[in-house]
């Protein structure tokens, strides 16, 4: 069993002889995160904004100003309402972690969510430019080095969160949005990081299955056990789940949803106030072996880190 990366210490949960509850393992594991975070702080790059990106090599998304997929919903695809099976059951899947179970009786969860788009492909350097160079944000350097259609990282969850409202606030206003984008968002729809749910329903589809594709793991069909980032949608995989690209491999992707115990709830606020704030993250990342990127695994992040091998994708919804 491969170990995933040291700073997403909620992941390593592996040990099930241990007579410990739930709550009392990702408190432990809050506290290694924040210290394994922290410790990189003061080490940084240094910040910029927008007078690097004329070293930015442009992106493959190129047809519009916002450097998105050259589509009718310029990449967001549609995840129909309904049910799905949240977490993982042991008997069905060996390499399940203590954190992905739902309870001590009970392995999974059935979710029920209304209907959503989410990115076909993970944010891109070309993408985030884009932002930086409009809004001047002070983002680190290392976010903006690099083709421009690989996925962005070395952000913050803020960083991630004012991308996404400046984006939504871009389309609503543009010209140039495709009518139906625009008349969704027109009706109060809003683009935003996908919940912990939206993120492992797209990732796995309605029938519980392991991977995007399946139950074997396929260095095929996705960016793992290797050394660096690709282009998003490099690897071919027409059995993944509603044909998205990199929800396996490649970065770690940033969710909206606090990092606490199942059974998860569409509310958004942690359950204790008092404990260190970690948002989730899923899906792995390019150098995690075939345990760490699968569909539900669960990884924790300070909001104030940035990491070369964590980025994120959007989602298109209606607020509750």
């Known amino acids: 069993m491969s170990r995933p990366h040291r700073e997403t210490a ?55 100003p916002w450097s998105l997929p050259d589509d009718a919903m310029l990449g967001f695809i549609e995840i129909p309402a309904g049910t799905f099976l949240m977490g993982s059951d042991p008997a069905i899947d060996p390499a399940a972690y203590e954190n992905e179970r739902w309870s001590a009786t009970e ?70 949005t495709p009518a139906t984008l625009k008349s969704l968002l027109e009706s109060g729809w809003r683009i935003m990081l996908p919940s912990e749910a939206q993120w492992e329903k797209a990732a796995r589809g309605a029938d519980g299955r392991i991977y995007p594709w399946g139950s074997v793991p ?45 059974p998860w709830t569409p509310d958004e606020t942690p359950r204790d106030l008092h404990a260190p704030a970690l948002f989730v993250m899923r899906g792995g990342s390019y150098s995690d072996g075939p345990n760490n990127v699968r569909a539900a695994v669960r990884g924790g992040i300070d909001p104030g880190a940035r990491r070369a091998f964590i980025g994120f994708r959007l989602v298109l919804e209606l607020p509750p």
């Open 107 to 176: 392995r999974r969860g059935e979710i029920d969510l209304p209907r959503y788009f989410i990115g076909r492909y993970e944010v891109t350097i070309a993408q985030f430019a884009a932002f930086v160079a409009d809004t001047h944000r002070k983002v680190d350097a290392q976010a903006l080095r690099g083709h421009g259609d690989r996925p962005v990282t070395n952000v913050t969850w803020a960083d991630a969160i004012a991308y996404a409202r400046w984006l939504e606030q871009r389309l609503r206003t543009s010209p140039q």
């Open 10 to 64: 909620q992941v390593a949960m592996s040990d099930r002889g241990r007579a410990i509850g739930l709550a009392a393992i990702v408190l432990v594991a809050s506290f290694l995160t924040i210290w394994m975070f922290t410790k990189g702080r003061a080490a940084l790059a240094e910040q910029t904004s927008a007078p690097i990106l004329d070293r930015i090599e442009p992106s493959r998304f190129s047809a519009n």
């Open 218 to 262: 396929d260095p095929e069909k996705a960016n793992f056990g290797r050394s660096g980032t690709t282009p998003v949608g490099s690897f071919e995989c027409a059995d993944c789940a509603f044909g998205l690209a990199d929800m396996s491999g490649n970065v770690w992707e940033l969710t909206r949803s606090f990092f606490q115990p199942y």
